[in-house]
């Protein structure tokens, strides 16, 4: 994956930064927690693993607020949403709770845009609801089952009981080594921006729940892509992929480019040089998609 240098800046662990969040009430113990800013056609923006709403939202707000209604979530189970355990880790569970909040928000036919597993519940939501859907756009999505090293990393804290003891003890031994070294690995072969270092609020991301949360996304795509993968040729809605040239985290001519040819409105752009997170990088060519999707959507 390359070294990971002494160049890289030193990560704020806090949750200080935190951007403040309105929460949804979907029921039996769950919760969507979501930032809602600007005023146009909706967007909703849907980080990957091992991150939060702020991702999303230090890479792409600033440049979308103006235009844009952004509606911006934690992910199932993740930062500070909620989900029931061993039932709503699937992708495809995932969208249909972020629909119901929508509807509950009076959220009408958004574009979605969502990034490496955010990029796959959003292929999973515009596959569930077209009819509630103006467009996608998918960056660097997961698009098919493969062996990932998070189903390793993770996996094994999917397992009931086993998982919250492990999960705990884990939290407290190697996950404050672990997770520090995955956060700028990700961003490989690009270095963490400073901004992100100091504004995302890591601790958002991380503790025994939402790792155990990251344990089950993981197992959870063998079954679920395999359905995605047989259902992306009855897709109604338009949808936009990007990938990096360089991503060392989702190989994106073997997710995204084929999974563009198998979509009948889909088209695939490669962002020559950049990494897997590259809406921090290439911020220009991730609105221009969105304006595309949405001229298609008026």
């Given at each position: 994956?390359?070294?990971?240098?002494?160049?890289?800046?030193?990560?704020?662990?806090?949750?200080?930064?935190?951007?403040?969040?309105?929460?949804?009430?979907?029921?039996?113990?769950?919760?969507?927690?979501?930032?809602?800013?600007?005023?146009?056609?909706?967007?909703?923006?849907?980080?990957?693993?091992?991150?939060?709403?702020?991702d999303m939202w230090i890479a792409l707000g600033h440049s979308l607020a103006?235009?844009?209604?952004?509606?911006?979530?934690?992910?199932?189970?993740?930062?500070?949403?909620?989900?029931?355990?061993?039932?709503?880790?699937?992708?495809?569970?995932?969208?249909?709770?972020?629909?119901?909040?929508?509807?509950?928000?009076?959220?009408?036919?958004?574009?979605?845009?969502?990034?490496?597993?955010g990029g796959?519940?959003?292929?999973?939501?515009?596959?569930?609801?077209?009819?509630?859907?103006?467009?996608?756009?998918?960056?660097?999505?997961?698009?098919?089952?493969?062996?990932?090293?998070?189903?390793?990393?993770?996996?094994p804290r999917f397992t009931p009981g086993?998982?919250?003891?492990?999960?705990?003890?884990?939290?407290?031994?190697?996950?404050?080594?672990?997770?520090?070294?995955?956060?700028?690995?990700?961003f490989l072969p690009q270095i963490m921006p400073e901004t992100v270092a100091k504004e995302f609020p890591f601790a958002l991301a991380s503790g025994p729940e939402r790792m155990i949360a990251e344990g089950e996304d993981a197992l959870s795509v063998w079954t679920a892509l395999s359905r995605a993968a047989l259902s992306y040729g009855t897709c109604r809605v338009p949808v936009g992929i990007l990938g990096g040239t360089a991503d060392i985290v989702v190989n994106n001519a073997l997710h995204g480019a084929v999974a563009a040819r198998a979509i009948p409105q889909a088209s695939f752009d490669w962002v020559p040089g950049a990494g897997h997170m590259l809406h921090h990088f290439h911020q220009d060519a991730v609105v221009d998609a969105i304006d595309r999707l949405a001229g298609r959507a008026r």
């Open positions: 994956m390359g070294l990971i240098t002494s160049r890289q800046p030193a990560l704020d662990l806090s949750a200080d930064s935190a951007v403040p969040r309105r929460t949804v009430d979907l029921g039996e113990g769950r919760r969507l927690a979501y930032a809602d800013v600007g005023d146009g056609p909706p967007l909703v923006l849907i980080h990957g693993t091992l991150l939060a709403l702020e103006p235009h844009y209604r952004i509606i911006v979530v934690d992910r199932p189970g993740h930062g500070l949403s909620t989900r029931r355990r061993l039932v709503d880790a699937s992708p495809w569970r995932q969208a249909t709770l972020i629909h119901e909040a929508l509807q509950a928000l009076g959220v009408e036919r958004p574009i979605l845009v969502g990034h490496s597993f796959t519940v959003a292929l999973c939501h515009g596959l569930l609801f077209p009819e509630h859907t103006a467009g996608l756009l998918a960056l660097a999505p997961l698009c098919f089952p493969e062996i990932r090293v998070e189903q390793i990393l993770f996996g086993l998982g919250e003891a492990v999960g705990s003890f884990l939290a407290e031994t190697t996950d404050p080594a672990l997770l520090p070294l995955l956060w700028r690995a990700i």
